[in-house]
């Protein structure tokens, strides 16, 4: 598409009550911007919400799925063009009649293979043409190393070259502390060495939850996230959920963002998962705190990742999908332009895996009339 022709698509919209536009004529992210198609993206113009979901589980805890097909078609009518296709590593068991781990207190959810095996089985038969995806090992028992090395050798065997991201993987999360979860050993973070060796070579990011506290201890889990990115510097790692959680909703925004500005000082090859949410809900949607955040956010630019966290169980519809999907993009309406491209846009994410993408500029201005070689009636 030429430039005049995009120029002329944001012209329309810019005068759309005088073209009587509808909504649903509005331009929608493609592919071919984010491969030097288009001049520049209009954020008055188009969605605020992510192209690319880093953070999206197409596997649930228990029961069935929404089929594979489906949810690649909902993320294309949503305008999602990137996503990370992330099963559930800790499952509840086959014979249970749970679907989610927080109505079955005291049944164990455990580590195992079956998620990984089933997405990338899904992904080999239907290839979508029109979503760039991400396959994602998910299994992976952190308190127990040797297993990791053994599950990533048999992926490789069954699906060489396939997966490209490991997580979302489990150091301390206390929602599964009733369903026999606990905090891996921190003498234990030491024996990661062979498969964190593995992701380092093949360049390949582990996206950890560990949860930094909760409401009566701000810090409490610090420990834990600072032990693998001072063993690990020279791993890609994507801390996630901005290291809140359902235990963790009040906040003391200033120190919580000073705890985080030292650990992306410290350690530059961090990355912040914004998933999920809670994180809107509870923390950014307060006035007082969410400029902080955005303070944050706009500080470091080049640090931060898009993401649902959206869990794919059967029943679930389009509209759950894309509510999920503008919640956690509401913040990106108040980011700075770099930032936005960063995140909304998947610069931040396409650089982190090296994959041959860019997002589109930011249009510092919006073309008049006149430019575009139309004339107002």
Not at 65 to 87: I, S, T
Not at 90 to 114: E, N
């Amino acid at each position: 598409m030429t430039l005049t022709s995009w120029r002329i698509i944001l012209v329309v919209l810019a005068v759309g009550s005088h073209f009587a536009v509808q909504a649903s004529d509005a331009p929608r992210p493609t592919l071919e911007m984010f491969q030097g198609g288009a001049p520049c993206y209009d954020r008055e113009a188009m969605p605020s919400t992510a192209v690319v979901d880093t953070h999206l589980h197409f596997r649930p805890f228990g029961g069935p799925a929404v089929p594979f097909r489906e949810m690649v078609a909902h993320l294309e009518r949503a305008g999602v063009l990137f996503a990370n296709v992330y099963g559930i590593g800790q499952a509840l068991p086959v014979h249970s009649d749970c679907t989610y781990y927080l109505d079955c207190p005291g049944t164990p959810v455990l580590p195992t293979l079956k998620n990984d095996f089933v997405n990338a089985a899904n992904f080999l038969a239907l290839r979508p043409k029109n979503v760039v995806l991400t396959l994602s090992m998910t299994f992976a028992d952190l308190a127990n190393p040797q297993s990791v090395v053994e599950g990533m050798e048999l992926l490789d065997r069954e699906f060489p070259g396939i997966f490209r991201w490991m997580g979302e993987v489990n150091l301390v999360k206390q929602a599964l502390f009733n369903n026999g979860h606990a905090p891996v050993p921190l003498a234990t973070i030491a024996n990661w060495r062979p498969f964190m060796t593995r992701l380092r070579e093949r360049g390949i990011p582990i996206a950890i939850h560990s949860d930094l506290g909760h409401n009566a201890n701000l810090t409490e889990f610090l420990p834990w996230i600072s032990e693998v990115l001072h063993r690990y510097p020279d791993n890609k790692i994507v801390w996630m959920h901005l290291g809140l959680s359902r235990e963790l909703v009040v906040v003391d925004a200033p120190r919580h963002i000073a705890e985080v500005t030292a650990l992306l000082d410290r350690h530059p090859n961090l990355m912040i998962d914004l998933s999920w949410r809670v994180i809107e809900d509870e923390v950014l949607s307060h006035r007082d705190k969410r400029p902080l955040y955005v303070d944050l956010i706009d500080a470091h630019p080049t640090r931060f990742l898009p993401g649902t966290d959206f869990v794919a169980s059967g029943g679930k519809t389009f509209e759950d999908y894309r509510d999920e999907l503008e919640i956690t993009g509401r913040i990106h309406k108040q980011l700075s332009d770099e930032a936005f491209r960063g995140i909304a846009l998947g610069e931040n994410y396409f650089r982190l895996l090296q994959l041959d993408y860019s997002a589109p500029p930011i249009c510092a201005d919006k073309p008049s009339l006149q430019s575009a070689g139309m004339a107002p009636g």
